[in-house]
């Protein structure tokens, strides 16, 4: 028992020295609090035809076949903007839907190519238009979203096209208070929600990476694409915007050990 106490300890100190050791000096890794779910992209987290879910249990299953290529941090995922993207499906846990009142955070660093239309970087919308997104507009740029279909949708469009270049975006949504779009660690606007605390969002549809159900598929690089079960402060995104140190992975997915040490993602 004594010599299992003891090489557990051993092991969280070894982690804390591989974190602080690899992780980019004066930078914090990226928020974990709330985290559900964490697509990275590296190379060591697509195995065959599945993207790993490096925090969750949320894995997918590549369409087509799009190329790990050099991310902005690490690897990132390129996709030729006609017949690749990720489908994670959707959960039997619920853990990506959120309700009427659940507030929720989704990010992603993107380098989008110019397609001729509008792309999505995330989307679990189904056809009554139900559900939430994360665009980027061919004529407005980046556009967190989220509807119940039975009202107007609770929406910011940024008002610029962003191509040939990395951005970091997160829509930031407060089921009673504002839905939110930060671009590079800025806040770009805030709206009120549509029908707070009520707009109800669950859907059956599955949550795709680079497409909608009937198209609109990512031309360019993915990167670093994070959900979270709450809204993120101001802070918090400006951190995960300078954090080139990523995540650890946990040890076990499930929680039965969550030391947060393994491979530290460095800068590009």
Request: hydrophobic share 35%; net charge negative; glycine share 12%.
């Amino acid at each position: 028992m004594k010599t299992h106490v003891a090489v557990t300890l051993i092991l969280m100190i070894l982690g804390t020295l591989v974190w602080q050791t690899r992780t980019a000096p004066g930078r914090k890794p990226a928020v974990s609090e709330g985290l559900v779910s964490y697509w990275s992209f590296d190379q060591d987290t697509v195995v065959g035809k599945t993207v790993k879910d490096v925090w969750g249990t949320n894995d997918g299953e590549i369409e087509g076949d799009p190329k790990v290529v050099e991310g902005k941090v690490a690897e990132g995922m390129e996709f030729n903007g006609s017949n690749q993207s990720v489908n994670v499906g959707d959960p039997a846990d619920g853990s990506l839907d959120f309700g009427a009142r659940t507030d929720f955070t989704i990010e992603a660093w993107a380098f989008p190519r110019d397609s001729g239309s509008s792309m999505r970087i995330i989307d679990k919308k189904d056809g009554g238009d139900v559900g939430y997104m994360l665009e980027h507009n061919i004529k407005d740029g980046f556009q967190p979203y989220a509807n119940d279909g039975q009202g107007n949708p609770s929406r910011v469009l940024e008002g610029m096209t962003h191509f040939n270049q990395w951005v970091h975006v997160v829509g930031v949504f407060e089921r009673k208070g504002d839905v939110a779009l930060f671009v590079d660690g800025e806040l770009v606007r805030s709206v009120p929600s549509d029908a707070q605390g009520k707009e109800n969002i669950d859907t059956k549809s599955p949550f795709y990476i680079g497409r909608r159900p009937g198209g609109e598929r990512w031309k360019g690089i993915l990167d670093e694409i994070r959900v979270y079960n709450r809204a993120l402060r101001e802070e918090e995104i400006e951190q995960n915007f300078e954090a080139r140190g990523g995540l650890a992975h946990a040890v076990d997915r499930a929680g039965k050990l969550a030391i947060t040490w393994g491979r530290i993602k460095d800068s590009r």
